[in-house]
């Protein structure tokens, strides 16, 4: 069936960047295709405009490429390395080579058979590439596969039969390896779908039903038992449990789920039966998006892949003029034309392009893959390499250096015990609104300390509240208020003094006619904030600066305990994306660690924003390059390392590429460059790009 619209397609048996270019062209070639995205590393095709899967398959049939909806729920068959089809044909023609080449050894490499038998081998080997690499001859369009056809071709004119068929036996072996090592590149997206399930248990209308998660609604009853995955997103209705959330965020604890909890799909629910009220559709997921996000991330190019990009595009042409120097202008000085003409068609084999073209993406790939199963979303190469350049880091302070929420840490209570002193003050701020009074009533909950409801409550603005608490009148507020009101005595005000250095908020309680004590509140400054500093040291970082609105005792008592190198204190949003512009003429490229939303035009102006908590917020997915999908700053350090590993294999990539042609090429002056040790170079080169851009799938936090 056509349909007018954006479709969007997965792709089986693409493993060449050159393939893969060629049959987005195809693509855009059709009738009626108006535009056309080929995101090589997910292996996925999104075509806009009027175009059938047949018309795709056709326009892929050159290299086998098979097309599918995207929705289309299929298990893709895993079909045996010795019985696919590739495989076979390189066993038939190693057999026919081998036999060849025994007979040769006998009677020589004139004798009719070994020739018919190195003809054959060449013929059951190269067939596929023969017939794509005479058509783009035709057409003057110069990839791999043209420059093999031309090479094997010119082999065979001048008598070389065993190296021609030694060469199309060990292109063949080189494409089998390629495609079996980008396989393993795409595994982490792979992964990334296979962790949410296809069918549901719900509750609708009383009933109990097992549908597909495309057909599960807003609103229906999620049934989940110990041990299975959570199939939707929602909200817990009913049970407790503990739940396994490193599928989505990387964390390595499970986290304990009662009512009104949020769940992800994908995360697996561990001792007790839930029951999850739906409130995202199956395409709304967080696990969707993050593959969403991951897939869009894989197809964007980094700098230095342009860079690759626009290289390889002139340097196809050059090699093929080389050979043509090297086959020409010798042989018309020493009339030599048989070795200068086949050291030509070696210069061709050996500057197939294909390593030169894969360095980049095939390591983005993996990168990009495996820091979304780490719990990290990084949104696209440009700024996984960013990531590496990185040497200052910005944090806000509240909620990604400390918890985000207020704790009491000291209570000093005078002529009266602690309890009672909780008690008291509980009371009255029983009917506050105030954040601190939030924190003193969690404090007395969590000692288990009862306390009754003020009465006659009043607020007063900037200074504190007092309400009636048995008979008595109860204020708690500022120290300077309460000394307004009542004698405070000097160590009292010195202990205040020592906790306020500290950076904490001091709460002073008193009756009508004495101090009751002091409360201390502050946001706890996260347990792994202080060694996340010295691991970002290690990692590279030269600068750290915290940012916030806290006044400047408090801002830098906080900043000595986590090591910071630098504090900005009594600021505004606004003032922070200043902060941000200073930093970046200052120190170069700058990160900015916030919370995604009220840090929203600092993390823009960053080099690399990245948003904390990325699993529950959708701004965070939406407005930063990076986002840690658990609230754990231990992913960073891991991200900045994964950043920097890419950078040096990219770089280590390019070098194999081009350094292992260059030493081939060099086999010219002295007359030693033969088509095996050619097409040897360009699969070794292609092979270690790929297993050097797959070490980053080991890298863990």
Same mark, same amino acid.
């Given at each position: 069936?056509?349909?007018?619209?954006?479709?969007?397609?997965?792709?089986?048996?693409?493993?060449?960047?050159?393939?893969?270019?060629?049959?987005?062209?195809?693509?855009?070639?059709?009738?009626?295709?108006?535009?056309?995205?080929?995101?090589?590393?997910?292996?996925?095709?999104?075509?806009?405009?009027?175009?059938?899967?047949?018309?795709?398959?056709?326009?892929?049939?050159?290299?086998?490429?098979?097309?599918?909806?995207?929705?289309?729920?299929?298990?893709?068959?895993?079909?045996?390395?010795?019985?696919?089809? &590739?495989? #076979?044909?390189?066993?038939?023609?190693?057999?026919?080579?081998?036999?060849?080449?025994?007979?040769?050894?006998?009677?020589?490499?004139?004798?009719?058979?070994?020739?018919?038998?190195?003809?054959?081998?060449?013929?059951?080997?190269?067939?596929?590439?023969?017939?794509?690499?005479?058509?783009?001859?035709?057409?003057?369009?110069?990839?791999?596969?043209?420059?093999?056809?031309?090479?094997?071709?010119?082999?065979?004119?001048?008598?070389?039969?065993?190296?021609?068929?030694?060469?199309?036996?060990?292109?063949?072996?080189?494409?089998?390896?390629?495609?079996?090592?980008?396989?393993?590149?795409?595994? %982490?997206?792979?992964?990334?779908?296979?962790?949410?399930?296809?069918?549901?248990?719900?509750?609708?209308?009383?009933?109990?039903?097992?549908?597909?998660?495309?057909?599960?609604?807003?609103?229906?009853?999620?049934?989940?038992?110990?041990?299975?995955?959570?199939?939707?997103?929602?909200?817990?209705?009913?049970?407790?449990?503990?739940?396994?959330?490193?599928?989505?965020?990387?964390?390595?604890?499970?986290?304990?789920?009662?009512?009104?909890?949020?769940?992800?799909?994908?995360?697996?629910?561990?001792?007790?039966?839930?029951?999850?009220?739906?409130?995202?559709?199956?395409?709304?997921?967080?696990?969707?998006?993050?593959?969403?996000?991951?897939?869009?991330?894989?197809?964007?190019?980094?700098?230095?892949?342009?860079?690759?990009?626009?290289?390889?595009?002139?340097?196809?042409?050059?090699?093929?003029?080389?050979?043509?120097?090297?086959?020409?202008?010798?042989?018309?000085?020493?009339?030599?034309?048989?070795?200068?003409?086949?050291?030509?068609?070696?210069?061709?084999?050996?500057?197939?392009?294909?390593?030169?073209? #894969?360095?980049?993406?095939?390591?983005?790939?993996?990168?990009?893959?495996?820091?979304?199963?780490?719990?990290?979303?990084?949104?696209?190469?440009?700024?996984?390499?960013?990531?590496?350049?990185?040497?200052?880091?910005?944090?806000?302070?509240?909620?990604?250096?400390?918890?985000?929420?207020?704790?009491?840490?000291?209570?000093?209570?005078?002529?009266?015990?602690?309890?009672?002193?909780?008690?008291?003050? *509980?009371?009255?701020?029983?009917? %506050?609104?105030?954040?601190?009074?939030?924190?003193?009533?969690?404090?007395?909950?969590?000692?288990?300390?009862?306390?009754?409801?003020?009465?006659?409550?009043?607020?007063?603005?900037?200074?504190?509240?007092?309400?009636?608490?048995?008979?008595?009148?109860?204020?708690?507020?500022?120290?300077?208020?309460?000394?307004?009101?009542?004698?405070?005595?000097?160590?009292?005000?010195?202990?205040?003094?020592?906790?306020?250095?500290?950076?904490?908020?001091?709460?002073?309680?008193?009756?009508?006619?004495?101090?009751?004590?002091?409360?201390?509140?502050?946001?706890?400054?996260?347990?792994?904030?202080? &060694?996340?500093?010295?691991?970002?040291?290690?990692?590279?970082?030269?600068?750290?600066?915290?940012?916030?609105?806290?006044?400047?005792?408090?801002?830098? *008592?906080?900043?000595?305990?986590?090591?910071?190198?630098?504090?900005?204190?009594?600021?505004?949003?606004?003032?922070?994306?200043?902060?941000?512009?200073?930093?970046?003429?200052?120190?170069?490229?700058?990160?900015?660690?916030?919370?995604?939303?009220?840090?929203?035009?600092?993390?823009?102006?960053?080099?690399?924003?990245?948003?904390?908590?990325?699993?529950?917020?959708?701004?965070?997915?939406?407005?930063?390059?990076?986002?840690?999908?658990?609230?754990?700053?231990?992913?960073?350090?891991?991200?900045?390392?994964?950043?920097?590993?890419?950078?040096?294999?990219?770089?280590?990539?390019?070098?194999?590429?081009?350094?292992?042609?260059?030493?081939?090429?060099?086999?010219?002056?002295?007359?030693?460059?033969?088509?095996?040790?050619?097409?040897?170079?360009?699969?070794?080169?292609?092979?270690?790009?790929?297993?050097?851009?797959?070490?980053?799938?080991?890298?863990?936090?």
């Amino acid at each position: 069936m056509k349909i007018d619209e954006k479709n969007e397609y997965r792709l089986e048996n693409l493993s060449c960047v050159n393939c893969a270019a060629k049959f987005e062209k195809n693509v855009r070639n059709l009738p009626g295709v108006d535009d056309v995205l080929l995101n090589f590393g997910a292996s996925k095709l999104t075509v806009s405009g009027v175009a059938s899967v047949k018309d795709l398959e056709q326009a892929g049939a050159f290299d086998n490429i098979k097309v599918r909806p995207v929705k289309e729920k299929r298990v893709i068959e895993t079909i045996p390395f010795y019985k696919r089809k &590739e495989n #076979v044909i390189s066993l038939f023609s190693l057999l026919f080579l081998l036999i060849g080449t025994s007979i040769s050894f006998e009677s020589g490499e004139e004798n009719l058979l070994a020739i018919s038998l190195f003809a054959l081998s060449i013929l059951v080997g190269g067939f596929d590439m023969f017939k794509v690499g005479l058509k783009n001859l035709f057409r003057f369009e110069f990839d791999m596969k043209t420059l093999m056809t031309i090479a094997i071709i010119g082999a065979a004119i001048i008598g070389e039969w065993r190296e021609g068929a030694v060469v199309v036996f060990l292109f063949a072996v080189s494409e089998a390896l390629e495609a079996y090592s980008m396989n393993k590149a795409r595994q %982490s997206i792979r992964h990334l779908m296979d962790i949410a399930p296809s069918r549901a248990i719900v509750r609708r209308k009383g009933e109990l039903l097992e549908l597909d998660t495309d057909e599960v609604r807003i609103g229906d009853m999620l049934i989940v038992k110990p041990g299975q995955k959570i199939a939707m997103d929602g909200q817990v209705s009913s049970g407790l449990s503990t739940v396994n959330q490193a599928p989505i965020t990387g964390e390595s604890m499970p986290v304990t789920k009662s009512v009104g909890d949020e769940v992800f799909a994908g995360t697996i629910n561990e001792e007790g039966a839930l029951e999850v009220l739906v409130t995202k559709r199956a395409e709304d997921t967080t696990i969707a998006k993050i593959i969403h996000l991951v897939e869009e991330a894989q197809a964007e190019k980094a700098p230095s892949q342009k860079f690759v990009d626009r290289f390889a595009k002139y340097y196809t042409p050059i090699i093929v003029i080389i050979a043509l120097l090297v086959a020409v202008i010798p042989s018309l000085v020493t009339g030599d034309w048989h070795t200068w003409v086949y050291q030509g068609l070696a210069v061709l084999v050996v500057g197939c392009p294909c390593a030169l073209v #894969v360095s980049t993406p095939v390591a983005i790939v993996t990168a990009i893959g495996n820091a979304a199963r780490q719990g990290v979303l990084i949104k696209g190469g440009i700024h996984l390499e960013e990531l590496g350049k990185i040497k200052a880091v910005a944090f806000d302070k509240t909620g990604t250096l400390t918890k985000g929420y207020p704790e009491v840490t000291n209570v000093v209570p005078v002529d009266i015990s602690e309890v009672e002193m909780v008690r008291l003050t *509980a009371a009255v701020e029983s009917m %506050s609104q105030h954040p601190l009074a939030r924190a003193i009533l969690n404090y007395a909950k969590g000692k288990g300390i009862s306390f009754p409801e003020g009465t006659e409550f009043q607020s007063v603005t900037g200074k504190g509240a007092h309400a009636r608490v048995d008979g008595r009148a109860i204020m708690a507020g500022s120290l300077d208020w309460i000394g307004s009101i009542v004698f405070v005595p000097e160590q009292m005000q010195q202990m205040a003094t020592a906790l306020q250095s500290e950076g904490k908020s001091v709460i002073a309680i008193a009756d009508e006619q004495h101090l009751i004590g002091l409360i201390a509140v502050e946001d706890p400054i996260r347990e792994n904030s202080a &060694e996340v500093l010295k691991r970002l040291v290690k990692a590279g970082v030269t600068h750290t600066v915290m940012l916030t609105g806290d006044g400047k005792r408090t801002a830098e *008592a906080i900043a000595k305990r986590v090591n910071v190198t630098n504090v900005e204190a009594q600021l505004m949003p606004e003032d922070k994306l200043t902060a941000i512009q200073k930093m970046r003429n200052q120190f170069g490229r700058v990160a900015m660690v916030g919370d995604g939303v009220n840090d929203a035009p600092a993390l823009a102006t960053a080099d690399v924003g990245i948003a904390m908590g990325g699993a529950g917020t959708d701004a965070a997915l939406e407005t930063a390059d990076v986002a840690l999908m658990s609230d754990d700053l231990d992913k960073l350090p891991y991200s900045i390392n994964l950043s920097r590993k890419t950078l040096r294999i990219i770089k280590e990539n390019i070098m194999f590429a081009l350094g292992l042609k260059i030493v081939a090429l060099l086999l010219i002056i002295p007359g030693w460059l033969t088509l095996w040790i050619a097409i040897f170079a360009d699969m070794g080169a292609t092979l270690l790009v790929v297993l050097n851009s797959l070490r980053l799938m080991r890298i863990q936090k």
